[in-house]
């Protein structure tokens, strides 16, 4: 801990402070902020209330107002404190509210109704987790099953983009044929072509193959992208083509180099790629709203939408299972971090 501390507040002026010593720390300050406050910000309000959530000003802390068990009442009462004419505050439990009037007992003395001003008394706060944000849905709207789907679909399709965008850079990168810049280049043409435009023939094609309302029908469409084969090529440029010819002249077949030499010198572009292929398909909400009808059928993304109705979002729900989705791409990015700068950094050198 004290190297790390040690590494943490190094100063370049040593013992003293220099200006540029302030002038980094503001700096790294605010982009800390800016990168993690939001996420900070919605974990915490996974844990509120939808009351809570509605206030103005909002509350960073996830609050609700205390209750208190009072005698003759079955439900908990909520607990306000009170102003009176003297100045002097009392902590009151509230029945009921009829228009600008609140019914209040002293929780010590119960039998005594006192009404008060609506504007006299302030709610009294405690820090409390609302986590039924996170059982309910779990038990109600078979958000497992959800997961479970945008698992499969995501590793699956993860899987498949590795080879398929593998083999085609590996082909663009150390074989020479003709066509094989226009064939470059018609797929990274195909970059500028949104999802949107080829949606309807997309549709069409997997309804003809009968893969409509599978997971199949979502994870076969979008498995070879321009974007993986053109990263992968430039990182395979750098491979040198010396170790090709000296495979094939040791009888390697073109498999057996591409499986035994290329994929394990690409590790850190096909890093990078799985990052990025994790995130399109574990995000991916149009297409697989198009496809999917059936409920059990759902990925994680479109079974969130169930949340959101014509009079009403629950924004409670809403929060909580958006925060469960984070966690599965923050796992993988964490366990692949180490490949990313170098695999970024090689990709495009030649």
Not at 46 to 51: C, E, I, L, N, R
Not at 58 to 65: A, F, I, N, R, S
Not at 69 to 78: A, E
Request: no cysteine.
């Amino acid at each position: 801990m004290s190297g790390i501390a040690t590494f943490l507040l190094r100063r370049r002026g040593g013992k003293g402070w220099h200006w540029t010593d302030i002038l980094s720390y503001i700096w790294l300050g605010i982009g800390l902020f800016l990168m993690f406050g939001p996420i900070v910000w919605l974990a915490l309000s996974s844990f509120k209330t939808p009351a809570n959530l509605v206030e103005f000003p909002p509350t960073l802390l996830p609050l609700d107002t205390r209750t208190a068990n009072v005698q003759g009442y079955d439900k908990p009462l909520p607990l306000y404190r009170v102003k009176q004419d003297d100045g002097t505050e009392r902590v009151l439990a509230q029945v009921r509210r009829i228009g600008l009037m609140a019914q209040m007992v002293d929780p010590a003395d119960p039998q005594q109704i006192i009404r008060v001003p609506i504007d006299k008394r302030i709610p009294e706060r405690e820090v409390k987790l609302a986590t039924s944000n996170y059982t309910e849905p779990l038990e109600q709207f078979n958000f497992l099953r959800y997961f479970q789907n945008s698992i499969f679909v995501t590793l699956t399709a993860t899987a498949i983009t590795l080879i398929v965008n593998s083999m085609a850079a590996f082909a663009l990168s150390k074989y020479e044929f003709k066509g094989r810049a226009a064939v470059l280049g018609i797929i990274l043409a195909t970059l500028m072509v949104p999802l949107s435009v080829i949606v309807v023939p997309l549709y069409l094609v997997v309804n003809g193959l009968r893969l409509f309302d599978t997971l199949w029908g979502v994870i076969l469409p979008t498995v070879a992208t321009p974007t993986g084969v053109f990263l992968l090529r430039q990182y395979m440029l750098t491979i040198p083509d010396e170790l090709i010819d000296a495979a094939r002249m040791d009888k390697a077949s073109e498999w057996q180099i591409y499986w035994r030499i290329i994929l394990p010198l690409a590790a850190p572009a096909l890093a990078v790629l799985a990052i990025f292929s994790i995130m399109w398909r574990w995000n991916d909400f149009l297409w697989p709203l198009i496809v999917l009808s059936r409920k059990e059928q759902y990925t994680l993304q479109v079974g969130l939408n169930a949340f959101s109705g014509e009079l009403n979002v629950q924004w409670h729900y809403v929060l909580a299972m958006t925060v469960l989705s984070i966690l599965p791409v923050a796992a993988i990015f964490l366990f692949l971090q180490r490949y990313i700068t170098s695999g970024i950094a090689n990709t495009g050198l030649k």
